[in-house]
């Protein structure tokens, strides 16, 4: 069994910093940073910070992932990505099924698709239609 390995690098060794959300199966301690191991089908949210940006991935891992990004020891699926403000709209968003709803990380790829309908939405997150969106998503986690 292929696990995926994510690096999570001391400050002061890369030009990036990463956190990721998700369910992993080990953590170990390594030269360079901390390596967390993430087994097959894993949904991951990745957060990266660069020094003039920030971005945020929710990727799934697949053995037909194409997408290479910094830390990640394989190839991933990318369900969405966003960008600046947008980070912090997914944060507050995915804290908010969290509390109310269930666990986001066992939605299927077609409900992060139309989060990020919501996301990209100008101004700030409508809850109400975030709410709404839980709803029709609500029996495919029961």
């Known amino acids: 069994m292929k696990l995926l390995h994510v690096l999570i690098p001391q400050n002061e060794h890369s030009f990036y910093t990463l956190y990721v959300f998700g369910s992993y199966g080990s953590k170990h301690d390594v030269a360079g940073g901390t390596d967390f191991e993430f087994p097959p089908a894993?949904?991951?949210?990745?957060?990266?910070t660069y020094p003039a940006h920030r971005r945020a991935y929710v990727v799934r891992f697949t053995d037909d992932g194409t997408t290479v990004l910094p830390g990640l020891s394989a190839p991933v699926k990318k369900i969405i990505c966003v960008y600046?403000?947008?980070?912090?709209?997914?944060?507050?968003?995915?804290?908010?099924?969290?509390?109310?709803?269930?666990?986001?990380?066992?939605?299927?790829?077609?409900?992060?698709?139309?989060?990020e309908r919501l996301l990209l939405r100008k101004?700030?997150?409508?809850?109400?239609?975030?709410?709404?969106?839980?709803?029709?998503?609500?029996?495919?986690?029961?």
């Open 123 to 142: 101004g700030k997150l409508d809850y109400a239609a975030l709410k709404n969106l839980c709803e029709t998503y609500k029996q495919e986690t029961i």
């Open 84 to 115: 600046a403000s947008k980070v912090d709209k997914l944060k507050k968003a995915l804290s908010y099924i969290g509390e109310h709803y269930f666990s986001p990380l066992k939605l299927s790829d077609l409900f992060y698709i139309r989060l």
């Open 42 to 48: 894993s949904l991951l949210v990745l957060y990266y």
